[in-house]
């Protein structure tokens, strides 16, 4: 094992280790990577990290990316130069290449941190750099840049003109390293033996990222600090290595030093680099441990139930779902098309050189005087600061006001659907395929949320869901819970109309219109289902009659018979709110149906407005909460069941998920697994689960 400094070596196993303080210690030989692991394996557990970067010059797919991006930028401009557009490709390479390095199936490797009781290693599998021969040089826009980096001038002189400027700093050359296929391989054994625990932070992205030079996932147990610190704490402002570490060492910053190099780990000098992934490593180790010793029941529980979602998650984010490049491409075409057309009619309404993105273009047509050129149109809402507001909602109340409005509309519908899920989509897929993030710590109710792309947010709409497909020779089984949330609430309350409205099967929304207009269910109108829904939906989340008028367009004073009329028929869904409150109150947080916590600081707060929220919360977390427990457990049952005939689990929305299956005579048996496996026919606390599918090539067709 080399050092760069006076080395700490301890000896045990078979050769010499690096002691638990991190240093500028690496291992340099396989001898010594064989013996870690074998360290490692009398442990039990241990800690992993790796720092990767991104090599542009590698996918060429996104070198084209770059080539359009830097051109449609220049493309903008009122003026340009050579010098203008180097900078331009400078900037977007290098943003790529940063993109690049924090994605699992293009990043590369350069170190791999692992930590375990007494021990850190840190081993380097290609860092570029050694130590710094010459500091890099920056100037702040002061002074003159120094001959070399100044401006050329028109007439061939460099320009003396004070400028910003920045001189890389230049290195020696980096020790001897291994290769990244010899290390993978020796530490092979580690990451796919299943009684090995194997805790990360962030797990899924270092799982992931080595997997490419496996041809496979590491095996579970995989533990992340970030799941069993949101099991403590889901209200800390930060799920960052170095804010869990304040937070649960005393406002300990062990990065204090060098700072955290990660992000530009390729241009720090090795010895700094090789601190830092010991760094990463132990304290990731030293938190898990001390996390870990907090949880007692029913958080354990919860932490072993998100542990093997994880996996499953990893597995849908590696596999990734299908997507019509080619549609995503014709689709913007035909969104830019419409914009052209919308932003034409605009332009003929209002005045040339108008900006339907400015909201401050938009209020003054709106709002101003006719005498001062604009409609004199009285707004609907005021922003916070007093200003007439020209948000969505508000713009949808006014559109029959004047046949601008609904341009206006119409152009952000475009604009969005043009940068988010087309531009959006097609920056971010790879070999036709989009790997979305799932996390399962950004949402204090525990629910999943989606980014990179965010397919938990893709329209309904057809035009964008049906360019997701199945793949080659398989159909997309869309299975989703019928109103799971209402029936967790049934399930909680034992409210008697509720329990016989989903009991006999009955249409929740027509069975409460039933209820509120007093007539038999056969003769519920759509308008009556509609209100029956809306006060179901509301009710639940602590929404009252104004936000009942606005939504549905009845009268303020019907809106108000309505929500009476709700909380007569369904009394014991009003007292178990009540009684949910009043424990809230007294403990501080509510539990979920796994047993989850959201705590609520605010539920005995003096101020009005943070208690109402806060007792509106802890209806929700419990619903919502309970939901989302619901399809983790279906998650971890369906998985291993579709893997076992060929399918493959894409995408969770919620209450729905979205699985590839063979495309051949056996996809209603295959429906009728998945179902099974989610629950359906079952009874949860004498409330009946209810499972609808359907299948198509397409997302669209499939729901």
Known sequence: MKTLERPRRTSGGRGLFTSFHPGSHYVSTIDEVRALVDVVITQGSFAFDVETVGVLSHHPDLTEQVDQQVKTHVEALTSTSDAITDRARENKEQAMTKTIALDPKRNEVIWVGIATNGYSWAIPVGHPCGEVLVPEEVGNGSTIPPTGHRKIL??????????????????????????????????????????????????????????????????????????????????????????????????????????????????????????????????????????IRGLTNPLRQVVEQDVRVLEVLMDMEDIGMQVDSKGLASLGEELDSKMTDVHSEITAITYPGFNPDSVKDKRLFLFSAKRDGGLG?????????????????????????????????????????????????????????????????????????????????????????????????????????????????????????????????????????SLLFDKPVAEITKDERQLGKSANFLTAYGGGASKLSATSGVTLTKAREIINQYYEQFDGLSLWKHKVVMQAKKDGYVTTISGRRRRLPDINSNKDDLRSRAERQAVNAIVQGSASDICKKAMIKVHPKVRSFGGKLLVQVHDELVVNVP???????????????????????????VVSSQSGYTWSEAK
Not at 404 to 433: C, H, Q
């Open 377 to 513: 149109l009285k707004p609907n809402k005021e922003t916070e600061k007093g200003q007439a507001s020209v948000d969505h909602d508000s713009l949808r109340a006014m559109e029959h006001k004047h046949p601008i409005i609904p341009l206006f509309l119409n152009w952000a519908e475009y604009k969005k659907m043009k940068s988010t899920y087309v531009d959006g989509l097609l920056e971010k897929t790879n070999k036709g395929r989009l790997h979305p993030n799932f996390h399962l710590h950004r949402t204090s109710t525990g629910r999943l949320s989606s980014s990179d792309p965010n397919l938990q947010n893709v329209p309904r709409d057809s035009s964008i869901r049906g360019l997701f497909k199945a793949d080659d020779n398989s159909l997309l089984i869309v299975a989703d819970y019928d109103q799971i949330e209402l029936r967790i609430m049934a399930m909680f309350s034992k409210d008697e109309n509720m329990m016989e409205i989903f009991t006999k099967g009955i249409d929740i929304h027509t069975g409460a219109a």
């Open 154 to 291: 028109k007439s061939g002189d460099e320009s003396l003109a004070k400028a910003r400027y920045h001189i890389p700093a230049v290195f020696a050359d980096p020790p001897a390293q291994l290769s990244r296929a010899e290390v993978f391989e020796a530490l092979k054994p580690i990451f796919f033996d299943h009684s090995l625990v194997k805790v990360g932070h962030n797990v899924k992205f270092d799982a992931r990222t080595i997997a490419k030079y496996y041809g496979e996932l590491p095996v579970g147990p995989l533990h992340d600090t970030m799941l069993v610190q949101h099991a403590l704490d889901e209200n800390i402002s930060s799920f960052r290595l170095t804010s869990l570490i304040s937070t649960n060492f005393g406002e300990h910053n062990p990065y204090s030093k060098h700072g955290k190099v990660g992000a530009n780990i390729s241009t720090t000098p090795f010895s700094i680099a090789c601190n830092y992934v010991h760094l990463d490593a132990r304290w990731t180790w030293m938190l898990y441990q001390k996390l």
């Open 663 to 689: 495309d051949n005579d056996r996809v209603d048996y295959y429906s009728g697994i998945i179902k099974e496996e989610m629950g359906h026919g079952k009874d949860l606390n004498n409330v009946p689960i």
